[in-house]
């Protein structure tokens, strides 16, 4: 299904919470060959909680699940059925997922992921104060650390700007310290201007 079809389909809106702000094609997975139809129209705030990169808004979907597990598109429905079981221990969630129905093959579909049988628990990268870590962001070292296979230290208090986080491990992020790019673990660094959690 092209760009066009879809925001033709979704009225230029979210398919989830209605929202007209910050729209993308979201491929829903897993993704299968010769199948058209896997794709939705959704907001930057339905896929970062959807991908499990942002903590999850109960009052978001508390709205907007009533409506979305209704949609005509199997692959709107999916993505409802989904975050309804992120919410299953809620009443709420869970009698909407008494009352919503998925023929057998979306229902495989749905539970092909495995996502089904998580809780709504994130798991992002975040400082030794617990702020939530971005790409692009500048951190402070709270330990001196030694960098192995290297003559550098990075010491106590050494600004690392521009950050990458480390796709496979929330533990970990990568920077730059003398020009050389290191791995650091991320309960030994404090987010560049956050205020101290209390």
Same mark, same amino acid.
């Given at each position: 299904?092209?760009?066009?079809?879809?925001?033709?389909?979704?009225?230029?809106?979210?398919?989830?919470?209605?929202?007209?702000?910050?729209? *993308?094609?979201?491929?829903?997975?897993?993704? @299968?060959?010769?199948?058209?139809? &896997?794709?939705?129209?959704?907001?930057?705030?339905?896929?970062?909680?959807?991908?499990?990169?942002?903590?999850?808004?109960? @009052?978001?979907?508390?709205?907007?699940?009533?409506?979305?597990?209704?949609?005509?598109?199997?692959?709107?429905?999916?993505? @409802?059925? &989904?975050?309804?079981?992120?919410? &299953?221990?809620?009443?709420?969630? @869970?009698?909407?997922?008494?009352?919503?129905?998925?023929?057998?093959?979306? *229902?495989?579909?749905?539970?092909?992921?495995?996502?089904?049988?998580?809780?709504?628990?994130?798991?992002?990268? &975040?400082?030794?104060?617990?702020?939530?870590?971005?790409?692009?962001?500048?951190?402070?070292?709270?330990?001196?650390?030694?960098?192995?296979?290297?003559?550098?230290?990075?010491?106590?208090?050494?600004?690392?700007?521009?950050?990458?986080?480390?796709?496979?491990?929330?533990?970990?992020?990568?920077?730059?310290?003398?020009?050389?790019?290191? *791995?650091?673990?991320? *309960?030994?660094?404090?987010?560049?201007?956050?205020?101290?959690?209390?």
């Amino acid at each position: 299904m092209n760009v066009q079809q879809l925001q033709e389909r979704s009225q230029n809106q979210c398919e989830l919470c209605e929202s007209k702000d910050h729209l *993308m094609v979201y491929e829903v997975p897993p993704t @299968a060959l010769n199948s058209a139809d &896997r794709e939705i129209y959704i907001c930057e705030t339905c896929h970062n909680q959807v991908e499990k990169k942002a903590e999850l808004e109960l @009052a978001h979907w508390q709205q907007c699940l009533p409506t979305a597990m209704w949609n005509e598109a199997p692959a709107v429905q999916v993505v @409802a059925w &989904r975050m309804l079981n992120r919410f &299953r221990q809620e009443s709420w969630a @869970a009698d909407l997922l008494d009352m919503m129905y998925l023929d057998e093959d979306n *229902m495989e579909w749905a539970k092909a992921t495995g996502d089904h049988e998580n809780d709504g628990s994130v798991d992002l990268h &975040r400082d030794c104060n617990g702020h939530q870590l971005e790409h692009g962001d500048s951190v402070v070292l709270i330990k001196s650390l030694d960098v192995k296979g290297s003559t550098v230290n990075a010491s106590l208090g050494t600004v690392v700007k521009n950050i990458k986080l480390d796709p496979n491990d929330t533990g970990y992020i990568e920077g730059k310290v003398e020009g050389q790019t290191i *791995m650091i673990k991320t *309960m030994y660094v404090r987010k560049q201007g956050a205020q101290i959690i209390t």
